[in-house]
């Protein structure tokens, strides 16, 4: 059912150029609210891009919003400047990111905008944009902050918005149409106080699962744990409860439900580009020759298992919105890196969807006798580090990646430029990159063992100290 709704006239919004330039990421825009985004911020963005999407030909734009305590007023006023730039805009409220993914893949125009804070800290957000199908990112987010800073703003004739309240059954009702699992399974599902809690219960109801859920009401101040799966700290409810209630498996989703993390029946965490090595399998297997992309902090047993299945491996760089273009350039089956975005092209949309991922780890387990430690068991492993980071100043930290590029010298090594430095050796790999969305320096380390790792962070400390003697490395 759709309805038409007025555009919101009780706030009285200010186009402006005073805007932080540091909100404007290479993936999308996002910062502190209102200290960098404010309402005025968020009516000036959503103007300035409604004249873009005009001048390319669209009439009409979906927006969606997280629970963070900052969505209600600033997807108002988002609304209010998409309208003003004439667009009609069909708002479907409070959702996970991938329920507005799935409405724009519905929609003609394929066209929206969805407000989120995404993983970080409770007083960021954001906004996260699709034209025509395509990531709205790089360049064009530059050109974007280009045009308000020349207040670039020819005015407009108001519209109304166009409010609809079935986009979460549409979705619910897509997945359940398209997975089916053998066996029951007891599923723990922490929503983090996030954006799935609308969507989740309801969707692994449908699909028969037993499920327990943790933190399911949606709450900004996150007074649970911060809604970031990829950090072990917050997924240490979740491994009691598995281990409590004996269950299958559990579930963890991030703030605006893209990223998901993963533990099975016995509480070991399964990171995602681990979670990679078991999808990777089935996809393979009805789809030969099929590509698969996983970002450059993936594990290098991945590449190898993709290959060893028949498929072709494709490294590439991290972000949503940089694996999403890579996709729909090389028609890939399904991507994933490791802050947990997986993409599935296959049998899917092709957008980074923790929810459905989620659904089909379901059906592996439910077609397998094993357990999915068991499953687990069966990967191949080696001694990795989380994600390292070494604070710097936003505008030094791409100069010293750049500087470590030039200067690196491994020829008892494969080297990958693609995102930063990668290292691969025969035994192990490291990796420094540029964060493109905090002032950090990122590292990660993977070897056969303790004493390959260590010379590995003693290659790349070396290099490093090389450049600058005062770097306080985290390794």
């Not at 050109?143 to 309240?165: E, F, N, S």
């Not at 983090?192 to 009401?217: M, Q, T």
């Not at 063992?449 to 490093?464: E, K, P, T, V, Y």
Request: charged share 20%; net charge negative.
């Amino acid at each position: 059912m759709v309805l038409d709704t007025q555009v919101h006239n009780e706030d009285d919004y200010h186009l402006t150029a005073d805007i932080s330039p540091d909100i404007f990421r290479a993936y999308d825009i996002r910062g502190e609210v209102p200290e960098q985004l404010s309402s005025d911020g968020v009516y000036t963005i959503a103007y300035t891009f409604g004249l873009i999407a005009s001048e390319r030909g669209i009439t009409r734009v979906i927006v969606g919003c997280d629970g963070r305590l900052s969505s209600p007023s600033l997807v108002r006023a988002l609304i209010s400047g998409l309208c003003q730039s004439g667009l009609k805009v069909e708002d479907i409220g409070l959702v996970p990111s991938p329920v507005l993914y799935h409405s724009i893949y519905q929609s003609p125009e394929q066209t929206g905008v969805m407000l989120t804070g995404s993983h970080n800290p409770a007083n960021y957000n954001g906004l996260k944009i699709i034209v025509q199908g395509q990531s709205f990112f790089g360049e064009e987010i530059i050109r974007l902050a280009k045009r308000i800073r020349q207040k670039d703003w020819p005015i407009c004739q108001r519209t109304v918005g166009i409010k609809t309240h079935n986009a979460i059954q549409d979705y619910i009702t897509d997945v359940v149409s398209r997975v089916r699992l053998s066996r029951k399974l007891n599923v723990v599902i922490d929503c983090g106080h996030g954006a799935s809690a609308v969507v989740a219960p309801e969707l692994f109801n449908a699909l028969g699962c037993n499920i327990n859920l943790l933190y399911a009401e949606v709450d900004g101040h996150f007074p649970a744990h911060h809604p970031d799966p990829s950090r072990e700290e917050n997924m240490h409810d979740l491994i009691d409860v598995v281990q409590e209630t004996k269950a299958d498996v559990g579930l963890a989703f991030d703030g605006d439900g893209d990223r998901l993390g993963v533990v099975t029946n016995k509480g070991r965490i399964i990171w995602p580009d681990q979670q990679m090595m078991l999808l990777v399998k089935p996809l393979l297997q009805n789809n030969p020759n099929g590509k698969i992309i996983f970002d450059v902090k993936c594990t290098r047993f991945l590449p190898e298992l993709i290959s060893q299945y028949g498929g072709e491996p494709i490294m590439w760089k991290t972000g949503h919105s940089y694996i999403k273009s890579k996709m729909q350039e090389t028609n890939a089956l399904f991507a994933g890196e490791m802050s947990g975005h997986l993409f599935f092209k296959e049998n899917w949309y092709g957008f980074d969807d923790a929810m459905y991922a989620a659904v089909r780890l379901l059906q592996i387990i439910a077609d397998e006798t094993k357990t999915l430690d068991e499953l687990f068991d069966e990967l191949p492993t080696s001694i990795t580090t989380p994600e390292l980071q070494m604070p710097i100043a936003e505008k030094d930290k791409f100069n010293l990646i750049a500087t470590l590029c030039e200067k690196a010298n491994f020829p008892d090594a494969k080297i990958n430029w693609v995102d930063g430095l990668r290292v691969d050796f025969n035994d192990g790999w490291g990796l420094a990159r540029a964060s493109n969305t905090t002032p950090m320096i990122v590292f990660r380390f993977e070897a056969d063992n303790d004493i390959a790792l260590h010379r590995i962070q003693q290659q790349f400390a070396d290099l490093l100290h090389s450049i600058d003697s005062k770097l306080d490395l985290p390794f």
